[in-house]
């Protein structure tokens, strides 16, 4: 089993920044492919940013495109994902996820996928 730690979550007013990490303790980081994901209460968990194994392929969706980049330091077994011009909508409790599927990231979307997950960072983006 995978550890993964998130941090940098926090409480932010809207249009300003944060980045988030995702450290995973295991040395095969380097062969995993990893996401972000974000719920909020009663909805289910939604995917934000998939990066592949080498970091060549990324997804985003639609409401974050121009936002938000990931990615990753495979010398630091570390994901990341800087998130710019944050709006209200993106509260929520963010999870990094992973799995050492080579499907392409567009076919990683849902959380089924997944196999290894974070306890989840607060985003709060205050109006």
């Known amino acids: 089993q995978v550890s993964l730690v998130e941090s940098g979550g926090g409480m932010v007013q809207a249009g300003e920044s944060l980045r988030l990490s995702c450290v995973a303790s295991d040395y095969a980081f380097r062969s995993f492919v990893m996401a972000w994901f974000r719920q909020t209460p009663g909805k289910e968990r939604e995917v934000v940013a998939i990066?592949?194994?080498?970091?060549?392929?990324?997804y985003y969706t639609d409401s974050v495109k121009g936002r938000f980049t990931i990615s990753r330091d495979n010398n630091e077994n570390t994901v990341y994902l800087q998130m710019n011009s944050l709006k209200p909508e993106d509260t929520a409790v963010y999870y990094c996820a992973s799995d050492k599927s080579r499907l392409p990231v567009t076919m990683m979307k849902t959380p089924t996928s997944y196999s290894n997950w974070g306890q989840g960072t607060q985003v709060t983006v205050s109006s």
């Open positions: 990066i592949n194994y080498t970091g060549s392929q990324t």
